[in-house]
Structure formats: structure tokens, C-alpha cells
């Protein structure tokens, strides 16, 4: 206990003195972890389908991923899935069910 007294006194004093610290950087960066296996990948088609199905009309990879509350990249993963499918289909850039 002794020596969190010295830390806290030691850091209170560099305070008090004046000297400034650099404020820690943060990354704008969200990192999303998740497993990459047949089950996650089905859950994320299910998303992209159910977006495509809700919205009734073409949408883009960024518009996908905002309407289903999911990552590009988990798009792209669900995208792959119903391609191969033949659930969906695309056109100038723009997904819509098959």
C-alpha cells in the first residue's frame, strides 16, 4: 500500500508543477471481433437478406450494413453466402434479391 501512496503523491506533484502530459491517442477504428465459421457467417446472409427484404429496393454494401446494424466486412461475409445462394443479385453497384 505504501507504494501507491508514493505513485499518487509523485503523479499529484508533476500536476501541480505544471508539466503536461500527451493525451493518449484514440483510434477512430472500431475493431469488431468475431469467429468466421459456417454458423456466424449464416446469422450475417440472414441480416443482409432481412435488409434487403425490409428495405424493397437496391441498395448499396454502406447502405446494407446501416439498415442491418452489422460491419461492411460482416456484409460482404453475408453477401458471399447468398451469391452463392442465388439469393441475390447484382446491378451498377447496387444488391437486390433474386
Known sequence: MTEK????RKAATSKAAGEKKAAPRRS??????????AETVG???????????TSENALSVAEIAKAAKITEEE???????????GKIK????????A
Do not use: C, S
Not at 501512496?5 to 499518487?8: F, G, L, R, S
Not at 447484382?90 to 434479391?97: D, F, G, H, M, Q
Open 5 to 8: 501512496k508514493e505513485t499518487v
Open 28 to 37: 477512430t477504428a472500431k475493431k469488431v471481433v468475431f469467429e468466421i465459421n
Open 43 to 53: 446469422f450475417k446472409a440472414g441480416d443482409v437478406y432481412q435488409a434487403l427484404a
Open 75 to 85: 456484409t460482404l461475409l453475408g453477401m458471399g453466402w447468398l451469391f452463392k445462394e
Open 90 to 97: 447484382a446491378e451498377e453497384n447496387k444488391i437486390t434479391l
